[in-house]
């Protein structure tokens, strides 16, 4: 007699009923196995597993018994309201699906939830696969564990990979995608969601598969191949996680065994109004597992460097975007969701202790406390927090024309008042490109000369700004249009008057901003900003100093009005040259090239903006001047 299960027991499980497997797709799912038989000797084949706990009875369906009903019964392992079956024979790339009479007398065919390998739509099996990819980025590893990322620059292209160039599959993407960010210089990738998902439309935040890669662009290794080549040439990715909910699709998730059983049962704790999905029963023990192990699952798997946590907002609030009577307050009458917040701690602990380096971030609108500060101080945990205030702001402040700006400075001011509260990235992501709200290039009045000038300056505003930065793709040539999942970037834009220069500045921000750190090493520190004159609303000039720990400096001045400077004074910290290092009116950016320093400025001993030593400076009308300085000489106060 051989083994039924493949060696899977009730005490493999024990951790998984308890919340505390955070490598539960090890235990359940599909996995090639040998087993011995009394009478054959070794058998090889395949052992599958799967969570059903209200299942009267799960049948196995696949390509190798014609999808038959019936033909395969698995077995209840005992104790552990799991299914298990070995199946000899099976091997890699069989497709399969569970066959589940549940609870409620239906039958229900559905996929693995376990599946680390999926169809492409519109075919929704799972299939059994091998993870024996040989990574060659050793190197990146080593380092990544010795990594603090909020003293480091961080610089982040947020890509939505079906649609970057449209076609292409992660193995030409490891070629074009690689060397395009290489040159533009950004330090990080972020993959809106690569997890399967069966609706392109959704743009990846409606998840069907959570352990298996979209297929529609290659197979799981063909992944592990474009993160590989992304880690060698020095770049670091991030990819979209969504635990706030999954959609209704028959086949996935919902209604697993004929009971809510990954989903509360409560369509006010268990359903969003807003995207017609379901929520994770977060405060189930086996949900938990399910949860921690598949973030683990990407970081030590696929060698994601982080997870940009999607909508948590919507996890931390039983009332998120529900009317009065729709939800249901939590045990202290509060509307914070406590196991869900739970839950996001125990995420966030586990992975920082699991794979020092990586990182953890937040995507969370509101002004909820501590995000970023850490669990044992009573924080969720997070190591960044997406500042969507200063995005607002920000943007609403470009939105106005250059004469009412004056009434809205604060816009762009305020966000210093909390700076210090979290650890920030500051997104310009493709949420703000969408459903109407315009290109970057289309929120701004004007013509094309003044609306690419003020783009250029708000960019030079972002890069010098506190904080991390991430821009989506396309923003960086100053696309026309809106985001369109189906047309992707307007590459034909790229070597037009405008485009081009937008193009070049951002590599210019990069680069600079990699080799100043003054501009990232204090980001969290008050000691590393300074503002010069934070009040100039009538010019509609801003002026600050970015220090780092050795007390190197960078002043940027940023003018969003058309009206150009030849004698502005500013303040300076320190006495001597101070470099211009950037320009955003230079020719190379298809500025003016007409308003410039002649490469830098020199201080007077005449007082200015609270400071003794100061200089006059040549703004650009709707431009930015940054100017950097060796510290060579005393700080002054």
């Known amino acids: 007699m051989h083994d039924y299960f493949g060696g899977l027991t009730g005490w493999d499980l024990e951790g998984f009923h308890q919340g505390g497997d955070t490598e539960v797709w090890r235990r359940l799912g599909a996995h090639l196995c040998t087993v011995e038989d009394d009478e054959r000797g070794t058998l090889h084949g395949t052992r599958f597993a799967v969570w059903a706990p209200n299942a009267r009875e799960v049948h196995l369906v696949g390509d190798w018994n014609g999808w038959q009903h019936g033909a395969q019964q698995m077995q209840l392992i005992p104790g552990s309201g799991c299914w298990g079956a070995f199946v000899e024979g099976v091997g890699e790339e069989a497709l399969y699906k569970f066959k589940i009479l549940g609870a409620d007398g239906q039958w229900h065919e559905k996929a693995d939830p376990m599946a680390r390998k999926a169809e492409g739509p519109p075919n929704t099996a799972s299939i059994v696969t091998v993870d024996n990819y040989p990574w060659h980025d050793h190197g990146w590893m080593e380092r990544r564990r010795e990594s603090h990322l909020w003293q480091e620059p961080m610089s982040i292209y947020e890509v939505h990979i079906g649609s970057w160039k449209p076609g292409k599959t992660y193995q030409e993407l490891a070629e074009d995608l690689v060397e395009y960010v290489k040159w533009q210089g950004y330090t990080h990738v972020e993959f809106m969601p690569l997890a399967q998902h069966p609706f392109s439309g959704s743009w990846g935040y409606q998840v069907t598969g959570y352990f298996a890669p979209m297929s529609k662009y290659g197979s799981p290794d063909d992944l592990r191949f474009l993160i590989d080549r992304l880690h060698q040439a020095g770049i670091g990715v991030i990819m979209d996680w969504v635990p706030g909910h999954f959609p209704k699709d028959a086949w996935a998730l919902g209604r697993f065994d004929g009971t809510a059983l990954y989903e509360h049962e409560d369509p006010r704790l268990g359903e969003h109004p807003d995207w017609g999905t379901y929520i994770f029963n977060f405060g189930r023990n086996e949900v938990k597992s399910f949860l921690v192990s598949n973030a683990l699952y990407w970081l030590s798997e696929f060698h994601v460097d982080g997870l940009r946590v999607d909508a948590v907002a919507?996890?931390?609030?039983?009332?998120?975007?529900?009317?009065?009577?729709?939800?249901?307050?939590?045990?202290?009458?509060?509307?914070?969701?406590?196991?869900?917040?739970?839950?996001?701690?125990?995420?966030?602990?586990?992975?920082?202790?699991?794979?020092?380096?990586?990182?953890?971030?937040?995507?969370?609108?509101?002004?909820?406390?501590?995000?970023?500060?850490?669990?044992?101080?009573?924080?969720?945990?997070?190591?960044?927090?997406?500042?969507?205030?200063?995005?607002?702001?920000?943007?609403?402040?470009?939105?106005?024309?250059?004469?009412?700006?004056?009434?809205?400075?604060?816009?762009?001011?305020?966000?210093?008042?909390?700076?210090?509260?979290?650890?920030?990235?500051?997104?310009?992501?493709?949420?703000?490109?969408?459903?109407?709200?315009?290109?970057?290039?289309?929120?701004?009045?004007?013509?094309?000369?003044?609306?690419?000038?003020?783009?250029?300056?708000?960019?030079?505003?972002?890069?010098?700004?506190?904080?991390?930065?991430?821009?989506?793709?396309?923003?960086?040539?100053?696309?026309?249009?809106?985001?369109?999942?189906?047309?992707?970037?307007?590459?034909?834009?790229?070597?037009?008057?405008?485009?081009?220069?937008?193009?070049?500045?951002?590599?210019?921000?990069?680069?600079?901003?990699?080799?100043?750190?003054?501009?990232?090493?204090?980001?969290?520190?008050?000691?590393?900003?300074?503002?010069?004159?934070?009040?100039?609303?009538?010019?509609?000039?801003?002026?600050?100093?970015?220090?780092?720990?050795?007390?190197?400096?960078?002043?940027?001045?940023?003018?969003?009005?058309?009206?150009?400077?030849?004698?502005?004074?500013?303040?300076?910290?320190?006495?001597?040259?101070?470099?211009?290092?950037?320009?955003?009116?230079?020719?190379?950016?298809?500025?003016?090239?007409?308003?410039?320093?002649?490469?830098?400025?020199?201080?007077?001993?005449?007082?200015?903006?609270?400071?003794?030593?100061?200089?006059?400076?040549?703004?650009?009308?709707?431009?930015?001047?940054?100017?950097?300085?060796?510290?060579?000489?005393?700080?002054?106060?």
């Open 314 to 637: 919507s996890m931390l609030y039983l009332d998120y975007s529900r009317e009065e009577g729709q939800w249901v307050p939590n045990q202290y009458g509060g509307n914070e969701n406590l196991e869900a917040i739970d839950l996001l701690r125990y995420t966030n602990r586990h992975m920082y202790e699991r794979e020092p380096g990586c990182v953890m971030i937040a995507e969370e609108s509101t002004s909820f406390p501590g995000i970023t500060k850490p669990v044992d101080q009573g924080g969720l945990g997070f190591g960044f927090k997406w500042n969507m205030g200063w995005m607002n702001d920000t943007l609403r402040y470009l939105g106005h024309e250059p004469i009412h700006r004056q009434y809205h400075h604060n816009n762009m001011t305020f966000a210093m008042v909390y700076q210090y509260s979290e650890n920030f990235v500051l997104p310009i992501s493709h949420d703000e490109v969408v459903h109407g709200k315009g290109s970057m290039l289309g929120k701004i009045h004007g013509d094309d000369w003044q609306r690419f000038a003020t783009l250029r300056s708000y960019y030079a505003f972002m890069w010098s700004h506190p904080g991390k930065q991430l821009l989506f793709q396309g923003c960086e040539l100053a696309q026309r249009g809106e985001f369109n999942d189906q047309q992707g970037v307007d590459w034909l834009a790229q070597p037009h008057w405008g485009h081009h220069g937008m193009q070049e500045l951002v590599k210019d921000l990069n680069a600079i901003y990699k080799a100043t750190p003054a501009l990232w090493e204090l980001d969290q520190d008050p000691a590393g900003f300074r503002w010069i004159n934070a009040d100039d609303a009538a010019a509609n000039i801003f002026s600050f100093v970015r220090f780092d720990k050795s007390g190197n400096a960078l002043a940027a001045v940023l003018n969003f009005s058309p009206v150009p400077h030849a004698n502005y004074r500013i303040g300076l910290p320190m006495p001597g040259v101070w470099k211009e290092v950037l320009n955003t009116d230079a020719e190379i950016y298809d500025g003016s090239g007409e308003w410039g320093n002649l490469g830098e400025v020199h201080t007077e001993e005449v007082s200015n903006n609270g400071l003794r030593q100061s200089a006059s400076v040549v703004v650009p009308p709707l431009g930015a001047v940054w100017f950097t300085h060796q510290a060579d000489n005393v700080l002054e106060g």
